[in-house]
């Protein structure tokens, strides 16, 4: 089975910034999506933001547009989300997921299309 782990969470002041990383326990299996999503408490689970592997295109939910930048490094071993202007509504617990299905019509941010996910890395805004 493939392996996702977070880092990078932790706690912040309202205006901060934080930036998280994933990474997987082996290299070659084929991801064509990987995305970022989390959960707040009393909160569903909310896609976040996606990148297609190795094509650039990226998705963002609504509420993170402009302050989330979500990347891969040259090499595609490590997904990054950085997210600058935190609100304390961020506070969360931030996952890792990755796609390696074919033929999904969902969208980039459902998460019905994600068959690995990390165990999540908790980031907390305060005011």
């Known amino acids: 089975q493939v392996q996702l782990v977070e880092s990078g969470g932790g706690s912040v002041q309202a205006g901060g910034s934080l930036k998280l990383s994933c990474v997987a326990s082996r290299s070659d299996y084929s991801a064509y999506f990987m995305a970022w999503f989390r959960q707040a408490p009393g909160k569903e689970r909310e896609g976040v933001a996606s990148?297609?592997?190795?094509?650039?295109?990226?998705y963002y939910a609504d509420s993170v547009k402009g302050r989330f930048t979500i990347s891969q490094d040259n090499a595609k071993t490590t997904l990054y989300l950085q997210m600058n202007s935190l609100k304390p509504e961020d506070t969360a617990m931030y996952y890792c997921?990755?796609?390696?299905?074919?033929?999904?019509?969902?969208?980039?941010?459902?998460?019905?299309?994600?068959?690995?996910w990390g165990q999540g890395t908790q980031a907390t805004v305060s005011s």
């Open positions: 990148i297609r592997t190795g094509g650039g295109r990226t």
């Open positions: 997921a990755a796609s390696s299905l074919r033929g999904v019509l969902a969208s980039p941010l459902d998460g019905t299309r994600y068959n690995y």
